[in-house]
């Protein structure tokens, strides 16, 4: 019986090759794997130049996303990059009620304090990678030993990091402000960072848990703990520095609460889920078995290290023009943190773009090529713990193109309404941060180079997360170390040139068009690309 059904399965194989026909098997993209080894048929041997096969080709990528489809998955993923930005504008909108030279002192403190735990920005993406792998085979148990791992190394990063900034504080502010009248700033702003340095564990825990979750295609756990974590450093900030006056002291401790209360909240929902397996028998065996997931994973969060000099150069941008406001100082130094914490609320929601490209784009390229002996290892199959890939892979840009151009278009429309709502703040509600005539005289005077800024920032972070998608981290990598050597270039010749707070600024358009021009190039994009293919019209 069994002989028969072979023979039956095998015969129309045996008259098609008979005819003339090749037989290949399906490839196998990740949306096909139920039709992997479907057959397909290509056009039979002898068969004249110009015409087709009666059977249609099976198409090889998915069709572009529709606006809508982008926008719904954009909307919800915003959450994971905008806590952070959130609290420092909630703080800068009650200490700018209270003093000019508080406020001055907040940009290089929130700086300095918004750094530390940027640095270890690779454990969540590393965390989003592993669990979106883990996710596909519906493997729990590996789930949970990665989101185990990634959490003790969150913890242990965020102790060193925060440590290590609640001793050199005030070095680190004095760095920021220098000599002169700027001096003025570092006590109120020494004391800022400290405060918030204490919290590095848990605003390092709560990203790595937000990336889990995100990774698992959850995005509603953490949008509500930034809603949680806005409503307590609100409300704190309404206690500490209105009511009680503590001042910039006050609104540091409210940020340090609510971080912690945000990370409480996502380590509860990766428990109700059943992602921090620790196993009976205790404590003792806890520790052992959280100390096993550490070392099983330490390679591979090690493999993404190198988004390390990615966010360094991110840092270098942001920390000079900060450095170089503080040295402005009075009015000019206040309008810059103002500008700011508005300017990197809307910067978040353009961080976006690089999600939406590596949610997108993977599917149009191949597995990278195996690894020389030192390099990260081509993924393994799901359940085994491997490293990333840094080389590039074969990517179909021809084919690509119609999803890049429909992500272009859906940053565009971010960026532009981004802009709108910036624009309407600054120029109908600049004064609920500062009272000083002053400080809100620069702000709008400036704000034109500022919304120059925000228009070019979305696309390229979607042109960053292009390079991702292609596996050319080595290109990312260069590409920023190019970006913040001029940075740091031209930031010196405007504090010798006196470009003031313009000038400031004008660097930060620089360093989102170098971006662009950089991450275009070397995705290809500016090469001539044919139009795509019509898979109704392949032969």
């Not at 508080?102 to 270890?120: C, T």
């Not at 990278?368 to 990260?376: L, N, Q, S």
């Not at 084919?399 to 278009?409: D, G, K, M, S, Y």
């Not at 740091?488 to 004008?506: D, E, I, P, T």
Request: hydrophobic letters at 55%.
């Amino acid at each position: 019986m069994r002989a028969h059904l072979l023979l039956g399965l095998l015969a129309p194989v045996a008259t098609l090759r008979h005819a003339g026909v090749r037989v290949t098997q399906a490839p196998r993209a990740p949306y096909l794997r139920a039709a992997a080894a479907v057959a397909t048929l290509e056009t039979p041997v002898g068969t004249p130049s110009g015409e087709c096969s009666q059977a249609e080709p099976a198409p090889l990528y998915p069709p572009a996303p529709t606006l809508g489809q982008c926008l719904s998955f954009a909307v919800p993923a915003m959450g994971i990059y905008i806590a952070g930005p959130l609290m420092s504008l909630i703080d800068a909108a009650f200490i700018g009620r209270t003093s000019s030279m508080a406020l001055a002192a907040l940009g290089p403190a929130s700086a300095i304090s918004d750094s530390g735990p940027y640095l270890l920005l690779f454990l969540a993406v590393a965390a989003t990678n592993l669990a979106a792998k883990a996710d596909l085979s519906r493997d729990d148990a590996a789930i949970s030993r990665m989101a185990l791992a990634a959490l003790v190394c969150a913890t242990v990063g965020g102790l060193a990091v925060g440590g290590v900034t609640f001793g050199a504080a005030r070095t680190l502010v004095t760095a920021y402000c220098g000599a002169g009248s700027a001096s003025s700033l570092v006590p109120p702003a020494t004391t800022y960072v400290q405060i918030r340095a204490l919290a590095f564990p848990a605003t390092v825990v709560a990203a790595v848990a937000q990336a889990v979750l995100i990774g698992l295609k959850d995005t509603r756990s953490p949008m509500l703990s930034l809603v949680l974590a806005a409503a307590v450093n609100f409300s704190l900030d309404l206690v500490f520095v209105t009511f009680l006056g503590l001042g910039i002291a006050g609104a540091a401790w409210a940020t340090t609460a609510s971080q912690y209360c945000a990370a409480a909240l996502l380590l509860s929902v990766l428990w109700r889920r059943d992602l921090l397996r620790l196993g009976g028998g205790g404590i003792r065996n806890g520790v052992a078995t959280a100390a096993a997931a550490t070392a099983e994973h330490m390679r591979v969060f090690l493999g993404f290290a190198p988004f390390f000099f990615v966010q360094v150069a991110k840092l270098t941008m942001h920390n000079s023009a900060a450095a170089s406001a503080a040295v402005l100082g009075g009015a000019a130094a206040a309008a810059h943190t103002a500008l700011y914490s508005v300017a990197n609320t809307c910067f978040t929601f353009g961080d976006v773009g690089s999600s939406l490209s590596q949610a997108w784009l993977p599917a149009f390229g191949s597995s990278p090529a195996p690894a020389r002996a030192g390099e990260g290892a081509a993924p393994e199959p799901a359940g085994d713990v491997a490293a990333p890939a840094t080389g590039s892979s074969s990517f179909d840009l021809q084919a690509a193109w119609p999803t890049i151009a429909q992500l272009l278009r859906t940053m565009l429309l971010i960026s532009g309404g981004v802009v709108t709502l910036g624009t309407a703040f600054v120029l109908l509600g600049s004064g609920t941060i500062s009272s000083d005539a002053a400080v809100v005289f620069q702000m709008r005077r400036t704000w034109p180079v500022v919304a120059a800024s925000l228009v070019l920032h979305g696309t390229a972070v979607m042109l960053e997360g292009v390079l991702l998608a292609q596996s050319q981290l080595r290109a990312l990598v260069a590409s920023y170390g190019v970006v913040a050597l001029t940075v740091l270039a031209l930031q010196a010749l405007s504090a010798r040139m006196g470009g003031g707070l313009l000038g400031v600024w004008g660097v930060y358009v620089w360093f989102q068009f170098a971006r662009v021009l950089l991450f275009s190039w070397r995705a290809g994009l500016l090469r001539r690309v044919a139009p795509p293919r019509d898979a109704s019209k392949m032969c």
